[in-house]
T-cell receptor, first 110, second 116 residues
Framework: GQNIDQPTEMTATEGAIVQINCTYQ??????LFWYQQHAGEAPTFLSY????GLEEKGRFSSFLSRSKGYSYLLLKELQMKDSASYLC???????????FGAGTQVVVTP | GAVVSQHPSWVICKSGTSVKIECRSL??????MFWYRQFPKQSLMLMAT?????????EQGVEKDKFLINHASLTLSTLTVTSAHPEDSSFYIC????????????FGSGTRLTVV
């Protein structure tokens, strides 16, 4: 089994930065995904980390520490369209089933 | 890129009837398909894993006789909700391993099921 813990909700203003933390415990580890999901839609891929460190992709960055079972997603220059749920998903088995955390609802205010 | 086509997008059915949801991989072969259910304001909960040519593997607590999964070919997996009840009303979505780690898993567009 696995445990995935991330905050339920975060609120920030347009143009600000928000960091979503995720801690996990898995029986094995083959990388960690972050997905964005708007209500009623399919999740969209944001990032995949398999090695320790920070990966930057435009306004979004993702960090991983395998020894600490910890990852974060950093959203910079927040825009209203970034209001969504962000899902942390550590992968226990290579291309096996992907289990998601409860998701963090980010609310961006004007 | 890899695309999974899911149909229908939404369906309303009467209690006691069955509903079939299809997921097709359009430009790749999906030997494995994952099926999720999502209730409002909750996360995606994995229901089962379908594998082409073998029986599906169900997560704990998921009734396999109620949620029939078939993986008939390398491009088609189906989920049938049998004898649907209002509590089965949910968002159902399928996912297949992507074509490379950097692409992640490919999701269908989801099916909104409402049982009345």
């Amino acid at each position: 089994g696995q445990n995935i813990d991330q905050p339920t909700e975060m609120t920030a203003t347009e143009g600000a930065i928000v960091q979503i933390n995720c801690t996990y415990q898995t029986s094995g580890f083959n990388g960690l995904f972050w997905y964005q999901q708007h209500a009623g839609e399919a999740p969209t891929f944001l990032s995949y980390n398999v090695l320790d460190g920070l990966e930057e992709k435009g306004r979004f960055s993702s960090f991983l520490s395998r020894s600490k079972g910890y990852s974060y997603l950093l959203l910079k220059e927040l825009q209203m369209k970034d209001s969504a749920s962000y899902l942390c998903a550590p992968l226990a088995d290579s291309w096996g089933k992907l289990q998601f955390g409860a998701g963090t609802q980010v609310v961006v205010t004007p | 890129g890899a695309v999974v086509s899911q149909h229908p997008s939404w369906v309303i059915c009467k209690s006691g009837t069955s509903v079939k949801i299809e997921c097709r991989s359009l430009d790749f072969q999906a030997t494995t398909m994952f099926w999720y259910r999502q209730f409002p304001k909750q996360s995606l909960m994995l229901m089962a894993t379908s594998n082409e040519g073998s029986k599906a593997t169900y997560e704990q607590g998921v009734e396999k006789d109620k949620f029939l999964i078939n993986h008939a070919s390398l491009t088609l997996s189906t989920l049938t909700v049998t004898s649907a009840h209002p509590e089965d009303s949910s968002f159902y979505i399928c996912s297949a391993p992507g074509q490379g780690a950097r692409l992640g898993y490919t999701f269908g567009s989801g099916t909104r099921l409402t049982v009345v």
